[in-house]
């Protein structure tokens, strides 16, 4: 719980998924008089929010504690530029995809930064964060593993290195998910069902399944065999799925290009940061 966690906490860009994080925060007792929302256009401060909302580091009174980075990659040399000199002291907390710790500590000159990977099933309390924090004191890894638990699942990773990999797994991952009940949901149209009834079927289909495999104790694999039956209609439909492995070789290649972003999106950040080094 939330209840006595003392701030300022600056969240720094509260779209998707910053918006997110701070409706679980609130409903895990942070207060918000503890918490100021620095954005220009926040399109996902949480209903009812009575917090400080303001649209430039500049506009915030005070200093913080810590800092939750929830912008694009792409707008952090801007935000770096207006907030590093206004938050000293501070614990920074990022949840960018790609960019990495190092890139963080020359841009804001500073040596307390964790980062974290949580995903949007955050908003109901059902996603998975991996969290790192290289030589952070104990008192700080506390504190982000305080921060994230009302957000679901934590992990803690201690190769920073297998962040593009996880980020491309679990931070985008949800998407894929949408994706395939979207597309469940056309494949039954096409065999004949209305938009409404596939778009049902396909929604209960994909939740219960997960819940099933989240609670029975069996792998996936055995839950799958004991949906096959030989010669049915199961294995008819598997039998085009992984037909030349083109389940996995589909999947393999879209982690793989989401993890080939995250590179990018570090190489660009790091760029910002030499940039800024060399000025
Ligand atoms: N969405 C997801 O599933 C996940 C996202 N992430 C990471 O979280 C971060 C945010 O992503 P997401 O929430 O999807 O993005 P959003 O665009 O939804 O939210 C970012 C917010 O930051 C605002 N913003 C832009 N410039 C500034 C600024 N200078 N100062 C303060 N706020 C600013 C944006 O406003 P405007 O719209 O006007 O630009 C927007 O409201 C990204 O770095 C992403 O990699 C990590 C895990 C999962
Ligand atoms: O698409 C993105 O870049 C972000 C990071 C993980 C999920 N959304």
Do not use: H
């Not at 918000?32 to 506009?59: E, H, M, N, R």
Request: glycine residues 12%.
């Amino acid at each position: 719980m939330l209840n006595g966690f003392q701030g300022p906490l600056w969240l720094v860009g509260c779209g998707a998924m910053g918006g997110a994080l701070l409706s679980r925060w609130r409903a895990a007792g942070l207060r918000d008089d503890q918490v100021t929302v620095i954005d220009p256009a926040p399109k996902a401060v949480p209903a009812g929010f009575a917090g400080i909302l303001v649209d430039s580091p500049d506009a915030a009174s005070g200093t913080p504690r810590l800092v939750v980075l929830g912008v694009k990659p792409q707008m952090l040399p801007v935000v770096a530029a207006s907030l590093s000199a206004r938050i000293a002291g501070a614990l920074l907390i990022s949840m960018l995809a790609g960019v990495r710790t190092g890139t963080l500590a020359n841009l804001f000159d500073r040596a307390r930064i964790a980062r974290i990977m949580p995903n949007t099933p955050a908003s109901i309390g059902a996603g998975v964060t991996a969290l790192y924090g290289a030589g952070l004191p104990a008192a700080d890894m506390a504190m982000v593993e305080a921060l994230l638990k009302p957000a679901g699942q934590t992990l803690w990773l201690e190769d920073e290195s297998r962040f593009d990999a996880v980020t491309a797994l679990s931070g985008s991952g949800p998407a894929y998910v949408f994706r395939f009940i979207e597309a469940l949901a056309g494949a039954g149209e096409a065999a004949g069902l209305d938009a409404a009834t596939a778009g049902a079927l396909a929604m209960a289909t994909v939740t219960g399944a997960a819940a099933l495999a989240a609670q029975s104790g069996e792998t996936p694999a055995a839950l799958r065999l004991a949906v096959t039956s030989p010669q049915g209609t199961t294995q008819a439909g598997l039998d085009v799925l992984d037909g030349d492995g083109a389940l996995s070789a589909l999947l393999r290649g879209t982690v793989r290009a989401a993890a080939e972003r995250s590179r990018a999106l570090a190489a660009a950040a790091d760029a910002a940061a030499d940039a800024k080094a060399a000025a």
